[in-house]
């Protein structure tokens, strides 16, 4: 079964740091790009960031750019993204997804969701 | 305010047709970029429904299509049933913001 387990979340106090990882199962994970996407408390969906298949290419939305670093380890078949700086309004659940081909694309859609892993940022 | 605009809200009785709108500009729909949409079930992940503008994933069910023209895409349920009533999300990618981007959702009710 095709499935990808998030964990890591939780409370932070602004300012503080927190790791996300996206563990992938059922697939060969090491032959697609991955993405996070976020959805804050009753409202809709943000993309965050992408990744190539290799980890050699990252893209990442403008209000997370400097702030949170998306990276992969193919030989554990887990995704993670480290947000650091962290701000109120980046409380949200965090989901990832699966992209279908090895290079993110402007045409990509994102077919294999996670369950998501909430994080709270607050003092 | 989101990149791709959709209705907040739209309803329809059991067997009736809904439309969900998805209205977005020239960096990207109309720039040619293809449209997803999503379906998200109350307290759980979103789940694609549609890919590249026209296609459905292996076990979604062939009520559901999407369309697309110039700078808009469309998701029709020509008959609605009970377990339709979700949240449901259009996406694309914006060459202007150099990033995907979702549409604000359409809440469906089934009346």
């Known amino acids: 079964e095709v499935q990808l387990v998030e964990s890591g979340g939780g409370l932070v106090q602004p300012g503080g740091s927190l790791r996300l990882s996206c563990a992938a199962s059922g697939f060969s994970f090491s032959s697609y790009a991955m993405t996070w996407v976020r959805q804050a408390p009753g409202k809709g969906l943000e993309w965050v960031s992408s990744i190539s298949a290799t980890g050699g290419t990252t893209y990442s939305a403008d209000s997370v750019k400097g702030r949170f670093t998306i990276s992969r380890d193919n030989s554990k078949n887990t995704l993670y993204l480290q947000m650091n700086s962290l701000r109120a309004e980046d409380t949200a659940v965090y989901y990832c997804a699966k992209n279908p081909r090895r290079e993110p694309r402007g045409d990509d859609d994102f077919d294999i969701w996670g369950q998501g892993t909430m994080v709270h940022v607050s003092s | 305010q989101s990149v791709l605009t959709q209705p907040p809200s739209v309803s329809g009785a059991p067997g009736q047709r809904v439309t969900i709108s998805c209205t977005g500009s020239s960096s990207n729909i109309g720039a040619g970029f293809d449209v997803h949409w999503y379906q998200q079930l109350p307290g759980t992940a979103p789940k694609l429904l549609i890919y590249?503008?026209?296609n459905r994933p292996s076990g979604v069910p062939d009520r559901f299509s999407g369309s697309n023209s110039g700078t808009s895409a469309s998701l029709v349920i020509p008959g609605l049933q009970a377990e339709d009533e979700a949240d449901y999300y259009c996406q694309s990618y914006d060459s202007s913001l150099n990033g995907w981007v979702f549409g604000g959702g359409t809440k469906l009710t089934v009346l």
């Open positions: 590249g503008n026209t």
